[in-house]
């Protein structure tokens, strides 16, 4: 079975850093393009990142391009999310997610069950 | 960006009846096109992909349809679990989520 766990989640004060992990299960962790995904109190579901599978390619969503890093690390099955100059619009629960294929053009499944970060002083 | 609408925000329906969920895009996405449901207090589950395949274990009263900028989502007949949140998303350029509908019970 296909299990992905997220950890790493927090109270932040603003400009702070948190990294998140997503570990992987059930699956060859190298073949698969993983993304993480945050939605806001309330909100919706805004993609935030995603990286290739053997972690080639990365991409990130503007309002987080140059603050947080996505990597993956092969020998332990587990995707990663470095959050630097953390800011309250970075509330949200995160969820990493897999895709179809080594490639994210694709969509996302299944989804682990979510960190919930909290940036406020 | 392609940006995704979905109407109704709020669809209120009676436990056995047909619900239409819709979804536009700003430009053309082909059928690189998702549906999600979501609980509260649990992750998103994947509904379809590719506009109309229903994902593993989904069951046949989920059928998507549409192409290019316009989505549909029918559940044919609503039973008590399908009360719930729909998303859809669009992997054809980046990765963008419509506002999400809402199915409540009527």
């Known amino acids: 079975e296909v299990q992905l766990l997220e950890s790493g989640g927090g109270l932040v004060q603003p400009g702070g850093s948190l990294r998140l992990s997503c570990a992987a299960s059930g699956f060859t962790f190298s073949s698969y393009a993983m993304s993480w995904v945050r939605q806001a109190p309330g909100k919706g579901l805004k993609w935030v990142s995603s990286?290739?599978?053997?972690?080639?390619?990365?991409y990130y969503a503007d309002s987080v391009k140059g603050r947080f890093t996505i990597s993956g690390d092969n020998s332990k099955n587990t995707l990663y999310l470095q959050m630097n100059s953390l800011r309250a619009e970075d509330t949200a629960v995160y969820y990493c997610?897999?895709?179809?294929?080594?490639?994210?053009?694709?969509?996302?499944?299944?989804w682990g069950q979510g960190t919930l970060v909290t940036v406020s002083s | 960006e392609t940006v995704m609408t979905q109407s109704p925000a709020t669809l209120s329906v009676s436990p056995g009846e047909r619900a239409t969920l819709s979804c536009r895009a700003s430009q053309s996405v082909n059928s690189n096109l998702a549906w999600y449901q979501q609980k509260p207090g649990q992750s998103p589950r994947l509904l379809i992909y590719?506009?109309?395949t229903r994902a593993t274990g989904i069951p046949a009263r989920f059928s998507g349809s549409g192409s290019g900028t316009e989505f549909t989502l029918t559940i044919s007949r609503l039973q008590a679990e399908d009360f719930a949140l729909y998303y859809c998303?669009?992997?054809?350029?980046?990765?963008?989520f419509g506002q999400g509908t809402k199915v409540e019970i009527k």
């Open positions: 997610a897999r895709h179809y294929s080594s490639s994210p053009n694709n969509w996302f499944d299944p």
């Open positions: 590719g506009a109309s």
């Open positions: 998303q669009q992997y054809n350029d980046w990765w963008t």
């Open positions: 990286i290739s599978g053997r972690g080639g390619d990365t």
